[in-house]
């Protein structure tokens, strides 16, 4: 079987040798943009790209603002810190994430909580949320506080796994009814909708990503978006180290943070976005692809949940367990295809495997049998 799914995999590749797992697509004006910012010298993080990405991104998502920075790690960091999450607090997420999620929270100083996922999005379970805030917390004059360790339960901060988005209305509720901040992680859904709205709108604070193996890319970036343009002002002052605006004085009035997106990067950024629609057609058509190779051989592959356009960043199958997932990243990776399982539970890290979490029943199943297959945007020939 393994030979099958291989030998498919190369039958719809441009490429001929190693195929790696997601590469980006350069064919708009990359070059264009870049070659006028190295022109106009202003290639670092002052320049006319910075803006227009950020307009640009606020205008696809349909969010009132958005802040550009350096990667997706600190934009989450920025969100957080503006969102007022500080040392003590605790912060809810799931513990099927990529390791950023966490980091950022920690970062902070807050502590994180886990709970599980739903299997039909990969995302944090609105029922998993909701029996941890029944049966742990308590809200008292607006405040939702950890009855076992004393502290504020301040934010919760699901993830949209490989641009699935989660049942994120459900949870807004719910983080409402406990007065608890709503972040979301849209690292990975750029170009995903639920209900149809952009993910990363239903929070207070949305953060993306822009890395190189992302739907579009920067080199390495992110943003946040928010509808309150207090946050996004704030967000904008401290990633930009806090200074106060002067011809030519240093003044700063807060511990402030280097985060600004270069130039170039935006550059590349804001051309990468006006091929965002081709990029998510080829995705979907790289799906069905898929879909109806592993169809055939009785083998799920994540597709799009109920409600959902999503932008199907990764591709990923489930296999029977976890020696068959082995086996089949053993397998695949010495035959030149690139894979990978899905992330190892946040809660078994040695970082913090100490921080509470919930019945991980869910998350735990999926650990044992997901795999990520290639997935770029253009790989497929036509067959």
């Known amino acids: 079987m393994f030979d099958e799914i291989l030998t498919f995999i190369r039958t719809i590749n441009e490429k001929d040798d190693f195929i790696p797992l997601h590469e980006p697509v350069f064919h708009g004006n990359e070059k264009k943009y870049l070659n006028e910012c190295i022109d106009s ?60 999620t966490a980091n950022a929270i920690s970062y902070t100083g807050a502590t994180c909580v886990f709970v599980d996922v739903d299997k039909e999005t990969l995302g944090m379970s609105p029922s998993s949320l909701e029996n941890f805030l029944l049966q742990h917390t308590q809200l008292k004059n607006g405040i939702c506080t950890n009855k076992h360790t004393g502290k504020q339960i301040k934010a919760c901060i699901p993830m949209h796994t490989f641009g699935h988005p989660t049942k994120i209305d459900d949870i807004k509720v719910i983080c409402d009814r406990h007065n608890i901040i709503l972040i979301e992680d849209a690292a ?25 193996n992302k739907i579009i890319t920067t080199g390495g970036g992110g943003a946040l978006i928010t509808d309150d343009e207090s946050l996004a ?34 550059a590349l950024g804001l051309a990468q976005l006006e091929s965002i629609q081709e990029l998510l057609n080829q995705k979907r058509s790289l799906f069905q692809l898929y879909k109806t190779f592993f169809n055939r051989k009785k083998i799920q592959l994540i597709e799009e949940p109920l409600n959902c356009s999503s932008n199907y960043w990764l591709q990923a199958i489930i296999l029977n367990n976890k020696i068959e997932r082995d086996n089949f990243l053993n397998y695949s990776n010495e035959n030149g295809v690139m894979t990978r399982p899905i992330w190892s539970l946040l809660n078994k890290s040695t970082m913090y495997k100490n921080s509470f979490y919930t019945t991980l029943e869910n998350s735990e199943w999926l650990e044992d049998r997901v795999v990520n297959i290639p997935s770029s945007s253009k790989m497929y020939k036509t067959i």
């Not at 290639?43 to 958005?66: D, L, M, P, Q």
């Not at 909708?193 to 993306?208: D, E, S």
């Open 233 to 266: 002002d704030k967000a904008k002052h401290l990633s930009t180290t806090a200074k106060i605006p002067h011809p030519w004085q240093y003044e700063h009035d807060a511990v402030g943070y280097n985060y600004r997106m270069p130039n170039l990067n935006a």
């Open 188 to 212: 990975e859904s750029l170009g995903s909708w639920y209900k149809g709205k952009h993910t990363g709108r239903f929070g207070t604070i949305g953060v993306f990503s822009f890395n190189g």
């Open 41 to 100: 010298g202003f290639v670092s993080s002052v320049g006319a790209f910075v803006n227009e990405f950020e307009k640009a991104i606020a205008n696809y998502t349909g969010a009132k603002r958005a802040v550009v920075v350096v990667n997706g790690t600190q934009a989450l960091h920025l969100a957080c810190v503006v969102a007022g999450i500080q040392r003590g607090d605790e912060v809810i997420t799931q513990a099927l994430s990529f390791i950023a």
